[in-house]
């Protein structure tokens, strides 16, 4: 019986710990803890809506325009404004943009360390990485090029970003030329992630921390030229997703096969929906509002979400639903018999919830199996049903969906759902040049009254963000955020339930307890 | 002379495609940042090639959103900035290194030992819950930046929450974050800092001032701050109740978004929005009227601007939010209102003038007075943006009796 620790928890955004008991190589019991408060639900107190806006996004760095978008909504929610057409087209193209950043950056810089050696391609032989390459429908690179600046590098001896590391783990199972074909994708995706964000910052003004998509709608307002600025942009972020992110996932999967068998977690899954439709209804979203218990479809609202507090350093009350919430922070000490996390434990249901790409395809999986249509009426969307089903038959599991559920199925969905979301931005873009024809197409739109309760309830890339605002004569005086990440991250519950990271890190196998591998794969498998 | 300097850098350079010809050119834009004349590009190329080694630096996160990490991941030509940043050995980047655990906590205490290191610090300082609100390993995250600060030749404090706190400073959060400067004034290690503004910052300034340290710190790393153009701005920490000064590269924070904004010309005419996602907006008329701090913020966003310049806050419809500027969050808020009233501590970073006028000097100033009276003599646009009410926080203390 031994513990191993993680922390920090690197290649995430913010900062993590990762505690688990092994046990004959085996997880037996974990504890996952978040070790930043940064207390930004007091700061909201007694300012204005649109000032929830522009600061709550700086929760996250790296999904700002879903925090932003979720505060808007709770804001318009709250004083009664439902914004117009042209709003929502440009915070759907706005939102997208920032997903395909997300899902692109995490595959190639955040997670693919955990199974790609840079060191090892040093050895690969450039004409078989060609034939590899072409064999596995990936995108050809200047193989010999990148093998020299690798060895340059190398030779320096001095290893910069990647620097002491697992490097000489079992677990690092690629050949030579994958490897190699990886760390190339790995140096354009560097390039390919800032051209998504360029999309961001057309819209948006930058990225981080968008400008644009205020209580109402949006202050940009498009013109041709700059559609076309961002068309051609998707197309070409599109591109690499369907050349290098699909054919890696999968050229890399076969090496990887018995993460099927662990890492799959709580098995509830939860879905806000995301990707406005015309008729603002969340379940028909292009990713649809939803909850998975298992493989079974329900409806969910925010009033099914409780926090709870008895592992987690807080005074507040326990048990609430957030609109009744409260943030009291105490720390005591790190105890993980007691309380170990800044996390609160979040709820949905009552039950331990996952949230994030994996939630979101298996619970968009589900509304389509039971008839609705996601391809939005355009020709040539790969829905999440369709991309699902056809990966499972590449990977010889056809109509064993249940095989989601797992490591390798959290890894597969983000990327899967990269390529759905990259066909419906192509859609979106000629929506809107087509709806700018018209003469009526508006783009924001005042409140009429000052004060109202209100939440919004949305997706960011890694998982489902709801902020709840109390406003008062114009003034906010209540106002709580259920982060993405709170859901995967969440420690025990009253009951002592673990949070799903931490019931998909119990009975994973730990080869070398000194180099938990495998627990750092599942941690990045939820894009914490 | 180093327009024929030739060594491992540029067979560093030639392997990763870049050209002696891009490279120079590149240097030129970086002299340029640093309010240097392009003559001094084969100076700045030349101390780049100097290193044999690649210099070590470690890139710490504190109450950080990793926002400022995602900002220089979207640094402007990456084929040749991002070799810049390359000949620094980052040997701890929280969110792009390969290790983990106690493997990515020894990176950092090796480079300690080691010495010689540019160290850069994202986020606040967390001082609430005695410091508890950060930890790493169970090691408090202002311990941990008081030891790499200590050894460190210099430091580089990127983005609002590392110069001043950011957000997280804002009333009244019992988080307690604090900038490093004032920070490392409480535990009195006088390393250098410089300061680099906005929320996140721009990944531009950043690989500016890493060149800059890289051009003093073979000769002598004691000059850094000597032969940087910076100036010096004074604030109170109210947290520690502390006066503060602030070191900040002067081409970045010389002049106001509104001396360089390109919506100036409309500001003159008198062309205002007034509604957002009106026609105005896709005039590109200004922005004043619907809350804009550019006129009292400084720094250089119009020039630089964001995301491989492709575009900025203020180039895409919305007016800005002051992010740049001191405990930008209580001074800046209502985003969307005139600020009418002084905020409580007497703090030259906190100064929030009556009226947008007084707080731009000489001609700029004349020119709001003269362009807001006239137009308002002639009906255009009244009174400006909505005022804001005295804030509510500041009512609040009022009535205790301040802040203490």
Same mark, same amino acid.
């Given at each position: ?102 899902? &692109?950056?995490?595959?190639?810089? !955040?997670? /693919? @360390? ?5 060191? #090892?391609?040093?050895? *690969?032989? =450039? $004409? ?52 190699? &074909?990886?760390?190339?994708?790995? !140096?354009? /995706? @560097? ?5 998504? #964000?360029?999309?961001? *910052?057309? =819209? $948006? ?72 439709? *015309? ?250 | ?404």
């Amino acid at each position: 019986m031994a513990r191993s620790v993680i922390d920090p928890v690197t290649r995430i955004e913010g900062h993590l710990r990762v505690e688990v008991e092994v046990q004959d190589n085996k997880v037996v019991d974990a504890w996952v803890s978040g070790t930043l408060y940064r207390g930004m639900e007091t700061v909201m107190l007694d300012r204005s809506p649109e000032d929830a806006f522009y600061v709550t996004q700086r929760i996250c760095g790296v999904c700002p325009i879903s925090h932003s978008h979720a505060s808007a909504q709770a804001t318009e929610d709250a004083l009664g404004i439902e914004i117009p057409e042209g709003g929502r087209l440009v915070r759907n193209l706005l939102e997208a943009a920032q997903f395909l950043h997300s899902h &692109i950056l995490w595959f190639y810089h !955040l997670a /693919a @360390l955990d199974y790609v050696n840079p060191i #090892n391609a040093l050895s *690969a032989d =450039i $004409a078989d990485t060609y034939a590899l390459a072409q064999a596995a429908g990936t995108r050809p690179a200047d193989f010999g090029a990148v093998a020299a600046r690798l060895a340059a590098f190398a030779e320096n001896g001095q290893l910069s970003i990647f620097t002491g590391h697992y490097w000489d783990h079992p677990g690092y199972v690629l050949p030579p030329e994958l490897d190699l &074909i990886a760390t190339a994708h790995y !140096l354009e /995706a @560097l390039e390919v992630q800032a051209v998504a #964000n360029e999309i961001v *910052a057309i =819209i $948006a003004g930058k990225f981080s921390h968008p400008m644009t998509s205020v209580p109402g709608g949006t202050a940009f307002v498009p013109t041709v030229d700059k559609l076309d600025d961002i068309l051609y942009r998707f197309v070409r972020v599109k591109e690499f997703i369907d050349t290098a992110l699909i054919p890696d996932t999968l050229a890399i999967a076969p090496f990887i096969l018995d993460a099927t068998t662990y890492g799959g977690g709580t098995g509830n899954f939860l879905s806000w929906g995301v990707f406005e439709a *015309a008729d603002r209804d969340p379940v028909n979203r292009f990713l649809p509002r939803g909850f998975g218990r298992g493989l079974s479809l329900e409806d969910v609202s925010p009033d099914d979400v409780t926090e709870y507090v008895e592992h987690s350093w807080y005074e507040s009350g326990t048990g609430l639903n957030p609109k009744d919430g409260e943030t009291k922070v105490k720390f005591t000490e790190y105890n993980t018999e007691d309380k170990y996390s800044y996390g609160k434990a979040v709820r949905c249901k009552e039950e331990s919830t996952e949230s994030g790409p994996l939630a979101r395809m298996v619970v968009a999986y589900l509304h389509e199996k039971g008839g609705k249509d996601l391809t939005g009426g355009a020709a040539g969307v790969r829905t999440p049903a369709a991309l699902i089903d056809s990966t499972l038959e590449a990977l010889d599991v056809a109509g064993k969906p249940e095989v989601l559920v797992s490591l390798l199925g959290r890894v597969a969905a983000r990327n899967l759902e990269a390529a759905y979301v990259a066909d419906l931005a192509l859609v979106w873009v000629n929506e809107l040049v087509e709806a700018m024809k018209g003469t009526d197409l508006s783009f924001w739109k005042a409140a009429e009254k000052n004060t109202g309760d209100g939440v919004g309830a949305w997706e960011a890339p890694r998982g489902s963000v709801a902020h709840w605002i109390g406003i008062k004569g114009g003034k906010i005086d209540h106002y709580q955020v259920v982060a993405p990440t709170t859901w995967d991250i969440a420690p025990r519950d009253a009951s002592g339930t673990p949070g799903p990271m931490e019931q998909a890190l119990i009975g994973a196998p730990i080869a070398d307890a000194e180099k938990p591998l495998e627990a750092l794969r599942i941690a990045h498998s939820f894009d914490p | 002379m180093a327009q024929e300097a030739h060594g491992a850098i540029y067979d560093l350079l030639a392997v990763r495609g870049v050209s002696r010809r891009d490279f120079m050119k590149y240097c030129g834009y970086v002299a340029a940042m640093l309010g240097l004349t392009e003559a001094a590009a084969p100076q700045i190329a030349a101390a780049v090639e100097k290193g044999a080694k690649l210099k070590p630096a470690l890139w710490l996160n504190g109450g950080s959103c990793s926002g400022c990490t995602e900002s220089i991941a979207q640094v402007d030509s990456p084929d040749v900035a991002t070799i810049v940043l390359e000949l620094l050995s980052l040997n701890y980047f929280e969110t792009i290194m390969a290790a983990a655990g106690e493997y990515a906590e020894k990176n950092v205490d090796d480079t300690i030992e080691a010495g010689n290191y540019l160290l850069i610090y994202e986020g606040a300082v967390m001082m609430g819950e005695d410091g508890n609100t950060l930890l790493i390993n169970g090691h408090k995250g202002k311990d941990i930046l008081e030891k790499a600060a200590a050894g460190a030749q210099a430091i580089l404090a990127v983005g609002a929450c590392a110069v001043d706190g950011g957000w997280v400073y804002a009333h009244p959060n019992p988080a307690g974050g604090i900038g490093v400067q004032s920070f490392l004034d409480s535990v009195k290690v006088a390393t250098p800092v410089v300061n680099l503004p906005c929320c996140p910052t721009s990944p531009e300034w950043v690989v500016a001032m890493v060149v800059q340290w890289l051009l003093v710190a073979e000769d002598d790393p004691a000059t850094f701050l000597d032969k940087t153009a910076l100036l010096a701005k004074n604030y109170r920490d109210n947290y520690r109740d502390a006066d503060v000064t602030l070191l900040y590269p002067e081409y970045i924070v010389g002049s106001t978004i509104h001396d360089n904004c390109p919506r100036r010309g409309h500001f003159e005419n008198g062309e205002f929005v007034t509604e957002f996602g009106s026609p105005e907006e896709a005039m590109g008329y200004c922005l004043y009227k619907v809350g804009c701090k550019g006129p009292q913020t400084y720094t250089q966003c119009p020039i630089t601007r964001w995301n491989r310049s492709v575009s900025w806050c203020v180039q895409s419809g919305a007016p800005c939010i002051g992010c740049g500027g001191l405990n930008w969050v209580d001074n800046n808020a209502p985003f969307f209102k005139r600020l009418s009233s002084m905020r409580m501590g007497n703090t030259l970073g906190n100064v929030q003038p009556g009226s947008v006028g007084a707080v731009v000097g000489g001609v700029a100033a004349a020119a709001l007075v003269a362009h807001g009276l006239g137009m308002k003599a002639a009906g255009r646009i009244g009174d400006g943006p909505p005022m804001e009410d005295m804030k509510v926080h500041d009512r609040k203390r009022m009535k205790k009796g301040g802040d203490k």
